[in-house]
């Protein structure tokens, strides 16, 4: 079984101020671990994932994360929020090879100018 | 990048009537996809997982006969609202997997029944 816990519903920064948003996993399979952004009355759009490979991963829009599997945690930072970075950001976690993707409950990122 | 479409995009419809939406790989063959429901200010709750040319298999919980799923083609799956009544109201989401451990979502669709 998998499951992902995104710590804070509500996440508030300033314009150009550090985003950490967390996440957390559990899973009884080596994990593939991703974040989603969506905006509002859209899709998912994949920022960035990770399958095994490198534990930091760089992804789109100057976002990145990092595995931590002492920790089981997969934190998405970016270094300098911007307006348009303000979404609802969701992680999830799946097994790979067509597995189902499990979300967390999405945290909303607020930038103020 | 791969490229999902959904539709509609939105659909207003009468409580009892049924609903039919499309969700299609553009780019890309998808041997599986995923119907997502997702409620206001909520995360994406998996309805079911739809393999082409076999029966979709549903979450606990959901209804199979009430969210009937067809994937007739490496591109095209179908979800329909049978009997649609208002609790049904919600945004339904799409994703395709591409064969490399990367699912690709639709732009989702948002139903309102009334």
């Known amino acids: 079984a998998q499951s992902v816990t995104q710590l804070g519903s509500h996440v508030s920064v300033s314009e150009g101020a550090l985003v950490l948003l967390r996440c957390n996993y559990s899973?009884?399979?080596?994990?593939?671990l991703f974040w989603y952004v969506q905006y509002p009355n859209q899709g998912l759009q994949l920022l960035l994932k990770?399958?095994?490979?490198?534990?930091l991963v760089k992804g789109i829009n100057g976002f990145e994360a990092e595995f931590k599997k002492s920790e089981t945690s997969f934190h998405l930072t970016k270094p300098s929020a911007h307006m348009s970075d303000a979404a609802e950001y969701f992680c999830?976690?799946?097994?790979?090879?067509?597995?189902?993707?499990?979300f967390g409950t999405g945290t909303r990122l607020l930038v103020s100018p | 990048g791969a490229v999902v479409s959904q539709h509609p995009s939105w659909v207003i419809c009468k409580s009892g009537t049924s609903v039919k939406i499309e969700c299609r790989s553009l780019?890309?063959?998808?041997?599986?996809m995923f119907w997502y429901r997702q409620f206001p200010k909520q995360s994406l709750m998996l309805m079911a997982t739809?393999?082409?040319?076999?029966?979709?298999?549903?979450e606990q919980g959901v209804e199979k006969d009430k969210f009937l799923i067809n994937h007739a083609s490496l591109t095209l799956s179908t979800l329909t609202v049978t009997s649609a009544h208002p609790e049904d109201s919600s945004f339904y989401i799409c994703?395709?997997?591409?064969?490399?451990?990367?699912?690709?979502f639709g732009p989702g669709t948002r139903l309102t029944v009334t």
């Open positions: 994703s395709a997997d591409d064969r490399d451990n990367e699912q690709y």
């Open positions: 899973s009884s399979v080596p994990p593939y």
């Open positions: 990770y399958t095994s490979a490198a534990t």
């Open positions: 999830a976690v799946s097994g790979g090879g067509f597995q189902k993707l499990v």
């Open positions: 780019d890309f063959q998808a041997t599986t």
């Open positions: 739809s393999n082409e040319g076999s029966k979709a298999t549903y």
